[in-house]
């Protein structure tokens, strides 16, 4: 079957001396794996229109980004399915890693969407507890539904703190994108990964372990 689509590179591999192994998020196709040059997983002719990576060499933080999402769709997501929805997203991800404005904020709220568009979506329009819509505070680690500050203070421990601009769309600091990339990767490896018996990929505990050391260092700045 001969088809062509617009995509995006998320890794390649070599295979043998003249050829590479490349995996693909498709706008039509969803995630497409095949060979640059032959072989049983199918010809891949590929065009680069942007060469998005070279642009962040000189910023490790966009790169880690990059890499960290990269990495996840190449892993969470079923090979051949279309998702439109994700596609859009991870475009708009490179847009704000190409803006430099407010990405790691933008890199958490990806995550979010990705998992909604893995059917792990998580409910922060209100609490599941009271039903307000204000005061959101904490998440439940099992269902996923936020709840207010005054309905989860009696048993806060055993739930994940909500940072606010998840739900309120304000701005970031250090320690709320920490919260996040914590809150976004309990569900990853509790609802994606952990049932195929994997783990988060690297580049993601690399990116976390990133955003994590920032926060610490405000916290002693400040």
Do not use: K
Request: proline content about 5%; some cysteine.
């Amino acid at each position: 079957m001969l088809w062509r689509d617009t995509g995006f590179v998320l890794a390649t591999r070599r295979h043998g001396e003249n050829a590479l192994i490349v995996d693909l998020l498709t706008r039509e196709h969803g995630r497409h794996a095949g060979l640059a040059r032959g072989g049983h997983l199918g010809t891949i002719a590929c065009e680069m229109l942007r060469a998005h990576a070279a642009r962040f060499l000189d910023d490790p933080g966009r790169l880690a980004g990059l890499t960290s999402a990269a990495a996840l769709v190449g892993a969470a997501l079923p090979e051949r399915e279309p998702h439109g929805d994700v596609f859009t997203s991870f475009a708009r991800l490179i847009e704000a890693l190409d803006s430099a404005v407010d990405w790691p904020a933008q890199y958490v709220r990806w995550e979010h969407d990705l998992l909604s568009a893995l059917g792990f979506g998580l409910d922060l329009s209100r609490c599941a507890v009271s039903g307000a819509t204000a005061g959101l505070a904490y998440v439940s680690p099992r269902t996923g539904r936020a709840v207010s500050r005054t309905s989860g203070l009696p048993y806060h421990d055993r739930l994940l703190p909500l940072p606010e601009f998840l739900w309120r769309n304000t701005p970031a600091d250090e320690a709320e994108l920490d919260l996040g990339m914590t809150l976004t990767g309990h569900f990853l490896v509790h609802h994606v990964f952990a049932p195929q018996g994997r783990t988060l990929p690297a580049a993601r505990m690399r990116l976390a372990e990133r955003m994590r050391e920032a926060a610490v260092a405000a916290t002693i700045g400040g």
